[in-house]
T-cell receptor
């Protein structure tokens, strides 16, 4: 079967750096997605990793290690607007996304 | 219309009633999806459609049905609502149904079944 684990909640300080981890177990591997979801809103796409390594996109970076079944999302220079839930997802064998429960990130001034 | 829309925004429904949640996209995406999101759980796929005229069952399809008569519309029907169907429902679409299928989400419908 497939399983995705993320921490339930994290707290960080404005201006700091935070790393949100995601571990997954899949029967095959077709990439890993990160989405951002602000409270009361819809998820929005952040990143997609299919090869090992770090991909940087502005203040956000996403890392993947396929051999370890592990990914993280790195957020730099945190801003109050980064307070949101961050969802990790992987496609199953039919390419339908299996979602983690999400990590709620709280930013404090 | 720009993107993907859902209606209604919210609804309170008596148990046993029939309800259709509407979803329309104008991006000409081939694939569409219905998810439910409950506190403490990840998004769970109810039904999906890889292309107009085809549908498939997701993780939690019981009590729900869908149709995909054309590219733009993907309604979700609850034949006889039960309280356990109280949830936030998101419709999403993606250009293709392959492995890289960045999904675009509608604003959601908050449904309460009493």
């Amino acid at each position: 079967g497939q399983n995705i684990d993320q921490p339930t909640e994290m707290t960080a300080t404005e201006g700091a750096i935070v790393q949100i981890n995601c571990t997954y177990q899949t029967s095959g591997f077709n990439g890993l997605f990160w989405y951002q979801q602000h409270a009361g809103e819809a998820p929005t796409f952040l990143s997609y990793n299919v090869l090992d390594g770090l991909e940087e996109k502005g203040r956000f970076s996403s890392f993947l290690s396929r051999s370890k079944g592990y990914s993280y999302l790195l957020l730099k220079e945190l801003q109050m607007k980064d307070s949101a839930s961050y969802l990790c997802a992987v496609p199953d064998s039919n390419y339908q996304l299996i979602w983690g429960a999400g990590t709620k990130l709280i930013i404090k001034p | 219309i720009a993107g993907i829309t859902q209606a209604p925004t919210s609804q309170i429904l008596a148990a046993g009633r029939r309800m259709t949640l509407r979803c329309t996209q104008d991006m000409r995406h081939n694939a569409m999806y219905w998810y439910r999101q409950d506190l403490g759980l990840g998004l769970r796929l109810i039904h999906y459609s890889n292309t107009a005229g085809t549908t498939g069952k997701g993780e939690v399809p019981d009590g729900y049905s869908v149709s995909r008569a054309n590219t733009d519309d993907f309604p979700l029907t609850l034949a006889s609502a039960v309280p356990s169907q109280t949830s936030v429902y998101f419709c999403a679409s993606s250009p293709t149904s392959g492995a890289y299928n960045e999904q675009f989400f509608g604003p959601g419908t908050r449904l309460t079944v009493l």
